[in-house]
């Protein structure tokens, strides 16, 4: 794997293991690295969603209070 790619968002993930994918099926890497990487990416998926979730929770929180 050439660089290190920057995993900050949803669509980074997308396109990671896009090219996962792409690898395994060149013949560039095998069945059961990939399995591991989609298994970590999907653990971040959720990861990044949730903290998406509380970031958006905190700001309607914030505006409710600045209203009050």
């Known amino acids: ?3 290190r790619a920057r995993l900050k968002s ?3 993930l ?3 293991l896009a ?3 792409n690898q395994a099926e060149a013949g560039e890497l ?3 690295s ?3 990487l989609s298994y970590s990416i999907n653990v971040l998926s959720g990861l990044i ?3 998406d979730i509380e970031t958006r929770l905190e700001q309607l929180e914030k505006q ?3 209203k009050k």
Do not use: C, N, Y
């Open 10 to 12: 949803l669509s980074d």
């Open 49 to 51: 969603q949730v903290s």
């Open 1 to 3: 794997m050439a660089g």
């Open 14 to 16: 997308r396109r990671h």
């Open 19 to 21: 090219s996962l994918i």
């Open 34 to 36: 990939l399995s591991k």
């Open 30 to 32: 095998d069945m059961a």
């Open 64 to 66: 409710i209070e600045d």
